[in-house]
C-alpha cells in the first residue's frame, strides 16, 4: 500500500462510506465508484460486478450516458475484446495511456458522450484468490492516471472487495433462509409434515452460520495480527481504519453468534450460564462499549442507574448482548442530535432495564410483531437490517424467565424495557452454557 498520506485519508473515507451502506452491494458499487472519480478527480467510469460464472451481474456507471441497445454492446465489446476482459481474465492492472492508439480499448460514436481520447485505467476487485468484478476510469487527459493514482486505485477496490464479499454472503443467507421458508410454507400448505421441512431448514440454516464463523475469525486474526504490526509505526488515520475494520467485524460476528443462538432458543436447547452478576456494573460496562457509535452518529447517549440494584443470577453475556441490540436499535433509528437513554430500576419481584430513544416510534400494530425473526418496519430514509436483533432479545429474556415489550407512539420515540426476575428459579439455575 501506497505511504501517501492522501491515500491513507481516501482509504478511510472509502471504508468509513462502504461501512455506512450496511452491505447493501448496489449502495456498495455506487459509492465505491463515486468516490474513486473523486479521489483521482475524473468524471467518467464505471464498475462492474461478476457471478460466479464470470458474468456481468451489476454494472454501476458515471458520466456516460448510453442507450440501451448500444450500452449493451459496449459492455460486451469491453468484457470479450477490451480492457474489462484483460482484467477479468488476467487479473492484474491494466493501464491504457493512449486510448486512441491502444487495442485494448473499445470506441464508440461520438454521440455517446464517451471521450474519444485520453487514458483509461481497470483494476481487478478480489477477495482473496476470487474475483468479484472490476473497477474502470476514463479520463479524456493522455497519460493521466500515474503510478500513485493507480496504487490508490487498488487501495480502493481492496476495500470494495471486502465490503462486496460481506454483502455477498449476507445476500446469500437471506437467499437460503427464504427459500427453506418456502419449503416449509409449502408443506404447511399440502398439508405434509412441515415438522420435516423446518428441521431441514434450521439445520441447512445452522450450517450456514457455522461456515460464515471461520473466514470471520479469520478477518479478525489478520485485524489483531496487522494491528501488532503496525503498533507505534502506524498514522493516526491507519489506527483509526483498523478499528474501524475490527468494530465492523465484531458487528458481523455478533450477529452470526445471535443466528446460532436463535435457531438453538428456538428449539428449545437451554444455553444458559447463570452466574451471580452486579448489574449495575454490567450496566456502565455495556453503555461505554457503545458510547462510540451514539457519538458518531451525532447522538447523546445517556445512563440512569440505580445504586440500589441487587446482583442477580443471569447469563451475562447473554444479557450485555440484549442490551447492546436495544442500544444499536435505537442507535440506528434516531436521528442526528437524538438521545438514548438507558436506565434500570428495581421492582418487588424483578429488574427492569428500558433503552428510550427519540426515533419515529413503533406504530401500535407492530408492537408484537416487532420481536419477531425477520420482522422489519421499514421508515423512510432508514438503514436497512436484518430484523434479528430484537428477535434474539425476545428469546434470550424469555429464556431467563423474563418479559420484553415495547412502549411507544409514532413520531415521538420508543422505549424498549426487558424485566427480569431477582430469584432465577431453580429449574434455570442449575443449567449450564452447552453451545457447540
Not at 473466514?215 to 488515520?237: D, F, V
Not at 475490527?246 to 452466574?275: A, C, P
Request: hydrophobic share 40%; glycine share 8%.
Amino acid at each position: 500500500m501506497t505511504n501517501n498520506p492522501s491515500s491513507y485519508e481516501w482509504q478511510y473515507r472509502v471504508a468509513r462510506a462502504l461501512h455506512h451502506q450496511r452491505l447493501q452491494l448496489p449502495a456498495i458499487l455506487r459509492t465505491a465508484l463515486s468516490l474513486s472519480c473523486e479521489a483521482l478527480a475524473v468524471d467518467y467510469g464505471c464498475i462492474v460486478m461478476f457471478d460466479e460464472d464470470n458474468a456481468l451481474r451489476h454494472t454501476h456507471v458515471v458520466g456516460i450516458e448510453l442507450d440501451s441497445q448500444v450500452a449493451a454492446g459496449f459492455w460486451q465489446r469491453l468484457m470479450n475484446q477490451g480492457i474489462i476482459g484483460f482484467v477479468q481474465y488476467g487479473q492484474r492492472v491494466i493501464v491504457v495511456h493512449n486510448i486512441q492508439a491502444d487495442p485494448r480499448w473499445t470506441h464508440l460514436p461520438e454521440s455517446t458522450g464517451v471521450p474519444r481520447s485520453g487514458s483509461a485505467v481497470g483494476v481487478p476487485i478480489r477477495v482473496e484468490d476470487r474475483l468479484l468484478g472490476v473497477l474502470l476510469l476514463l479520463s479524456p487527459e493522455v497519460g493521466a492516471f500515474e503510478a500513485n493514482k493507480v496504487h490508490l486505485l487498488e487501495d480502493i477496490a481492496s476495500i470494495t472487495g471486502d465490503a462486496l464479499n460481506n454483502a455477498t454472503m449476507l445476500e446469500a443467507s437471506r437467499i437460503k433462509e427464504a427459500s427453506y421458508r418456502r419449503l416449509v410454507e409449502k408443506a404447511q400448505g399440502e398439508k405434509a409434515d412441515a415438522a420435516r421441512y423446518e428441521q431441514f431448514r434450521r439445520d441447512l440454516a445452522a450450517m450456514t452460520y457455522h461456515d460464515m464463523r471461520n473466514p470471520l475469525q479469520n478477518i479478525q486474526i489478520s485485524l489483531s495480527g496487522l494491528e501488532r504490526l503496525l503498533h507505534n509505526t502506524a498514522t493516526p488515520l491507519a489506527n483509526e481504519m483498523l478499528q474501524l475494520a475490527q468494530h465492523s467485524s465484531q458487528q458481523i460476528s455478533r450477529m452470526v453468534k445471535g443466528l446460532l443462538d436463535i435457531e438453538r432458543l428456538e428449539q428449545g436447547r437451554t444455553m444458559l450460564n447463570l452466574q451471580p452478576v452486579k448489574l449495575e456494573a454490567l450496566l456502565r460496562e455495556t453503555v461505554a462499549m457503545v458510547r462510540p457509535m451514539a457519538e458518531q452518529a451525532g447522538q447523546t447517549l445517556t445512563f440512569g442507574g440505580d445504586d440500589s440494584l441487587p446482583q442477580i443470577q443471569i447469563d451475562a453475556d447473554m444479557v450485555q448482548r440484549v442490551i447492546i441490540n436495544l442500544m444499536e436499535n435505537a442507535i440506528k433509528h434516531t436521528p442526528d442530535g437524538g438521545f438514548i437513554t438507558v436506565s434500570a430500576r428495581r421492582t418487588a419481584e424483578t429488574v427492569c432495564i428500558s433503552v428510550g430513544d427519540t426515533g419515529p416510534g413503533v406504530p401500535g400494530n407492530f408492537k408484537d410483531e416487532i420481536f419477531d425473526k425477520f420482522f422489519r418496519i421499514r421508515y423512510s430514509n432508514a438503514p436497512e437490517g436484518v430484523g434479528l436483533g430484537l428477535a434474539f432479545c425476545r428469546l434470550a429474556v424469555e429464556a431467563h424467565n423474563g418479559r420484553i415489550w415495547v412502549d411507544s407512539e409514532p413520531g415521538q420515540g420508543a422505549v424498549f424495557s426487558f424485566a427480569l426476575p431477582v430469584a432465577a428459579p431453580a429449574s434455570v439455575a442449575h443449567q449450564a452454557l452447552n453451545a457447540s
